[in-house]
């Protein structure tokens, strides 16, 4: 069996713990982090437009660049000690949401965190990235609540009779 946990700044705890609650002994986990190619890029891009024609040493993409690959390392090393479990660490750079739907290609489990609206129930829990992936994602996926949920005033009304 293999497990692919996505690991994002600030809700992968839950992730990692979800993972180790439902892993077995036979279980491939992979650790997952994507870093936004738009980041360095736009670095890069502004660098060149307005200041840097000339000189490419003093691009501050690259330094960017360091910089995310390093924070990569990081988080996906302290998952991984907080797994506690052997698994395979993974660093993708591009569009994160298409990344991750590509690394959970032939797995048998994807475990991503809610990255939307956390402070109610329903759809905006889901931003961007992770709606697509969760529409788009070949295998099962685990979707798990960063923190407690919210606990609801109560349940909306159901929708009025067709007449």
């Keep these: 069996m293999a497990v692919v946990v996505w690991?994002?700044?600030?809700?992968?705890?839950?992730?990692v713990d979800a993972a180790r609650a439902h892993?077995?002994?036979?279980?491939?986990?992979?650790l997952l982090h994507v870093t936004p190619a738009d980041v360095p890029?736009?670095?890069?891009?502004?660098?060149?437009?307005?200041?840097?024609?000339?000189?490419?040493?003093?691009?501050?993409?690259t330094r960017v660049e360091h910089l995310a690959a390093a924070s990569a390392r990081d988080l996906l090393q302290a998952a991984a000690d907080r797994l506690g479990l052997p698994c395979t660490r993974v660093e993708r750079t591009g569009r994160v949401e298409r990344e991750v739907v590509a690394e959970a290609e032939g797995c048998e489990l994807l475990i991503l965190a809610r990255d939307g609206d956390r402070t109610h129930l329903g759809p905006h829990s889901l931003g961007p990235a992770g709606?697509?992936?969760v529409d788009h994602a070949p295998c099962p996926?685990?979707?798990?609540?960063?923190?407690a949920p919210p606990v609801p005033p109560?349940?909306?009304p159901p929708p009025p009779p067709r007449p």
């Design 7 to 15: 690991i994002v700044e600030g809700t992968w705890p839950a992730c």
């Design 23 to 30: 892993a077995t002994a036979d279980t491939g986990i992979v």
């Design 41 to 61: 890029g736009a670095a890069h891009g502004a660098f060149a437009g307005l200041l840097g024609r000339g000189h490419p040493e003093r691009d501050p993409g």
């Design 131 to 133: 709606r697509f992936v």
């Design 141 to 147: 996926v685990l979707l798990v609540w960063p923190e």
């Design 154 to 156: 109560a349940m909306p």
